[in-house]
């Protein structure tokens, strides 16, 4: 299939509960190798199913320079120490907003063999994944900001990079 379409906040698909993935044949490769491509092109740090339409719990994130797959994912722990960054979301357009997350968490999920793995995500990729396995749960990081930044307010506050 190739390039899937994101759905923008605002439809309702964003806000379902995700079914478990319980096929791991060709279907499933072909969807977490689009998510991965449409991950990509839209220069997004992680991708989850629901996004593209699809609601089951499947997820890409970006970690350490290589994107990993996380199927049926869940946070076996988590560090008690969290960081503030100011996050964003592919199906949020030119929306930014200050969000906590743990420094680091352990994810437990399936490949799209259906084996179990278990990965370490430290800073960014901790933020990626929570902020990706929330989308399993039809929970968007607007829902845990106190207000909502555009990237121009934000250019103000910090200096554009452009300048
Ligand atoms: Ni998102």
């Known amino acids: 299939m190739g390039l899937r379409n994101i759905l923008i906040n605002g439809d ?9 993935v319980t096929d791991f044949g060709p279907k499933t490769a072909e969807l977490m190798t689009d998510l991965a491509e449409t991950m990509v092109k839209a220069n997004g740090l ?21 994107i990993v797959e996380l199927i049926n994912p869940e946070i076996i722990e988590r560090s008690k120490e969290e960081v503030g960054a100011y ?21 437990k999920a399936q490949d ?29 990081f607007i829902d845990l900001v106190d207000r909502i930044y555009t ?6 506050m910090f200096g554009s990079e452009e300048d």
């Open 87 to 107: 996050e964003g979301c592919l199906s949020c357009p030119d929306m930014r907003g200050l969000v906590m997350r743990p420094r680091h968490v352990r994810v």
């Open 151 to 156: 990237d121009e307010e934000l250019d103000e």
């Open 46 to 66: 992680g991708l989850a199913a629901p996004q593209v339409g699809i609601l089951r719990r499947a997820v890409v994130i970006v970690r350490e320079d290589e």
């Open 12 to 20: 309702e698909q964003l806000r379902k509960h995700c079914r478990p």
């Open 112 to 140: 799209r063999n259906g084996n179990w793995f278990e990965l370490d995500c430290e800073e960014m990729a901790a933020r990626a994944a929570c902020h990706e396995i929330d989308h399993l749960d039809g929970k968007l």
